[in-house]
């Protein structure tokens, strides 16, 4: 009996090692959302479609030389103790170097041919990053923080930061999307969602090629809302 009681509590140790970032999320934000994942609610804005080319930048994503490797898990020496806890909480879920690569470009390295996507939601500043996830790649469970953002560019805590999701290309199978609770599939070219402060999300592919998306992610002017309000999106 008594190894089974010994048994049991290294189980439920285990158990709370494994989910410590998220538990202490949860409290933390236990007034901001539910957490019951049984409930049918929409955790993401569907804001409309980009019209422009996305002909240039699809040409530059079809070599992989042009891009740089990351890797959500690794801990690099810049991280303060609250990202290297998540990345933590990654590798505890079963996470690792190996199921949690993406490729990505700038702005900064090809600011022509993101103009586009840089200038037409009437953002401050912002930074543009095109990724690129081959099958069996997963950003898993995680919030947008925008803490390197603002770190980079120099944006206080009391200035609005926002970040759009922008899909490159047409949804093929086995490409996914998750927020909260709601899953996001069978978007077009240019479809653009926007997830509130703090919502956990999900991408991978569990497809058969690669999956092309974008994230553009800055400060909140009086374009960028008068922009948004009228759904009309175009360069």
């Not at 840089?118 to 803490?147: I, S």
């Not at 509130?196 to 998306?213: Q, S």
Request: hydrophobic share 35%.
């Amino acid at each position: 009996m008594k190894f089974l009681d010994c048994f049991l509590y290294m189980i439920l140790l285990i158990c709370i090692m494994d989910n410590s970032y998220w538990l202490s999320f949860k409290e933390e934000n236990k007034d901001n959302w539910h957490f019951d994942p049984s409930q049918k609610v929409q955790d993401f804005t569907y804001l409309g479609r980009l019209k422009t080319d996305f002909g240039p930048l699809i040409d530059l994503m079809k070599n992989d030389k042009n891009f740089t490797e990351y890797i959500m898990v690794q801990n690099i020496k810049k991280h303060d103790s609250k990202l290297s806890q998540r990345i933590q909480g990654f590798r505890d879920w079963g996470f690792s170097e190996h199921n949690t690569k993406s490729l990505q470009i700038t702005d900064k390295e090809f600011p022509e041919i993101f103009k586009p996507f840089k200038e037409f939601a009437g953002f401050g500043e912002c930074n543009v990053v095109a990724l690129k996830q081959y099958p069996g790649q997963f950003l898993p469970w995680h919030q947008d923080t925008y803490v390197g953002f603002r770190k980079d560019y120099g944006v206080p805590d009391d200035v609005q930061v926002t970040r759009y999701s922008l899909m490159l290309e047409d949804w093929k199978w086995g490409h996914y999307f998750l927020a909260g609770n709601s899953v996001f599939h069978q978007w077009k070219q240019g479809d653009i969602i926007e997830l509130p402060p703090k919502m956990h999300h999900v991408t991978c592919n569990a497809g058969m090629e690669p999956k092309l998306t974008m994230t553009i992610t800055g400060t909140v002017t009086d374009e960028f809302l008068k922009i948004k309000e009228s759904g009309i999106f175009e360069y």
